[in-house]
């Protein structure tokens, strides 16, 4: 039986216990406290005081950078603008000016996706709405999301002046950047130019980086052979300088091939042909480390067709059959050619007898790109696609043609290919698509093309990359026809002046 009979007085220590005494609740119930926390600093200004208060006093200046305006704030925008809100507020406790000014970066593929987006819930074509129409339905959506985040930015406790942000779409703002441009065209220090942009033919509008999602798809490889026209090495003339691509809508805008300076190269000859002996002292430039896997491919891609006599009259033999090669003797010995003895080296392109553009010499230029990983030593240069291609095309004289334009079509007037199809068609780069095809009855073509994984932008691909959506044409801000284009006029003459 147990005692229950108390044996000592039983005290309550909470007398004993020495707290402060608040007026603040137990709980803190944030959801209904905040909003009243909010409207206080709203009603009493808070931010015109401090501004006032550390007026005259040195500055802090935080540049921020300015979420888009087409949806809600989501963790990655708190995060960004809380960090920044206790930096302008640990500045401004040190007696700074530091002042906020919220902005809205209201331009762009990410606001123009969206509105298509109900366009296309209305089966509605974008291309068929007028510019002004859909710039002012982009508008309109542009500030119903920059008057829903401002509100939910201030629900995040961020200060800042509310009443007056920084909205890219500003008419002030838009006539600041006139202005400061013009600022320019008086010192003649404007010019027109191009430059290399990732480009979406299916939005015709230009990317950032970061939009920008890579995938491994199925690409058309093929070797093509550049006969070469005129050398400071008398054994070049004649030969073939040999190319290897899997981006075949870029051959119709070469312009040039590039060779790496301190990579060795050699002549290789045909010595036998089993179905064409006429092919027989046929001669390619090929880097030397590479001509094996050259030869490789090329092999391996003999075993997989048929005979040479079951082909058919369309499909002809041209270089690179059933052979046998040897490097071909140069000043008595093996012809070990650095990059750089390259240097004054001209070939033509495999369709120079449609005349115009393609009969044009095609110089070789020495890329520090260039390298022996893959390939055949040598790459062909089109500065309408790549961005290595256009800078070293550029620096040699050597500007963009504008072939194709931004919807990925080659021009109507075109000399090959014009009007035919679009560069993000994969049939018109398979093997037996038109580019492949004119270049096997050319027959300038070393006869090889097969399938090969390679990763490549989804919207974006550059020499050695692949033939999904891609930037088919450097983009000039005017869109004015290439007749037209000329590189480093003077401002005033660019404006019509």
């Known amino acids: 039986m147990i005692d229950s009979t108390p044996t000592a007085e039983q005290r309550d220590y909470r007398d004993t216990v020495f707290l402060p005494r608040t007026d603040f609740p137990m709980k803190a119930g944030l959801p209904q406290k905040e909003p009243l926390i909010l409207a206080k600093w709203l009603e009493g200004d808070l931010e015109g005081q401090i501004r006032a208060a550390r007026a005259g006093r040195d500055q802090f200046i935080l540049h921020d950078g300015p979420p888009y305006a087409n949806g809600d704030m989501h963790i990655g925008h708190a995060l960004n603008h809380i960090l920044k809100d206790m930096v302008v507020r640990t500045q401004t406790l040190k007696g700074r000016d530091a002042p906020y000014v919220p902005g809205w970066d209201c331009h762009g593929l990410p606001i123009e996706w969206k509105v298509e987006e109900q366009y296309r819930k209305k089966k509605l074509n974008k291309d068929e709405v007028p510019v002004e129409e859909f710039r002012a339905e982009c508008r309109a959506y542009a500030q119903h999301w920059v008057d829903t985040q401002r509100e939910q930015l201030k629900r995040l406790g961020i200060g800042g002046d509310w009443d007056h942000p920084y909205l890219t779409m500003d008419y002030e703002a838009e006539a600041t950047i006139v202005r400061e441009l013009l600022k320019f065209a008086a010192n003649d220090m404007l010019y027109r130019g191009a430059k290399p942009v990732m480009w979406s033919p299916v939005e015709k509008t230009a990317l950032a980086e970061a939009e920008i999602e890579y995938e491994d798809i199925v690409s058309t490889q093929v070797d093509v052979a550049f006969e070469i026209t005129e050398s400071p090495i008398a054994e070049l003339v004649g030969a073939y300088a040999v190319i290897w691509t899997t981006t075949p809508w870029t051959i119709p805008v070469n312009q040039a091939l590039a060779y790496g300076p301190e990579v060795k190269y050699c002549l ?50 041209v270089e690179f059959d059933d052979f046998l090669f040897e490097k071909t003797v140069l000043d008595g010995g093996y012809c070990n050619v650095r990059g750089s003895d390259l240097a004054g080296t001209i070939a033509r392109h495999p369709m120079h007898a449609l005349g ?58 075109w000399g090959w290919l014009g009007g035919q199809g679009s560069v993000i068609n994969p049939k018109f780069n398979a093997p037996d698509g038109p580019i492949c095809t004119d270049l096997r009855d050319s027959r300038r073509a070393a006869r090889r093309q097969r399938r090969l994984p390679a990763q490549l932008s989804a919207q974006l691909a550059l020499e050695g990359q692949g033939h999904l959506p891609l930037h088919p044409a450097m983009v000039r801000a005017d869109g004015q026809g290439d007749d037209a284009y000329r590189a480093q006029d003077p401002a005033r003459k660019a404006l019509g002046e």
């Open 268 to 317: 290789y000859e045909i010595t036998a042909h089993v179905d064409a002996p006429h092919l027989s002292g046929k001669r390619v430039l090929i880097a030397k480390d590479l001509f094996p896997t050259f030869r490789e491919r090329v092999e391996r891609h003999v075993r997989e067709l048929p005979s040479a006599n079951d082909w058919p009259s369309s499909h002809p033999i």
């Open 356 to 413: 115009g553009f393609f009969a044009r010499p095609r110089p070789f230029l020495a890329g520090d790109f260039v390298t022996t990983d893959s390939g055949t030593g040598l790459v062909h240069m089109a500065p309408d696609h790549g961005e290595d291609d256009f800078d070293l095309c550029k620096a040699n004289g050597i500007d963009p043609v504008f072939a194709v334009e931004g919807d990925g079509k080659y021009r109507d007037d």
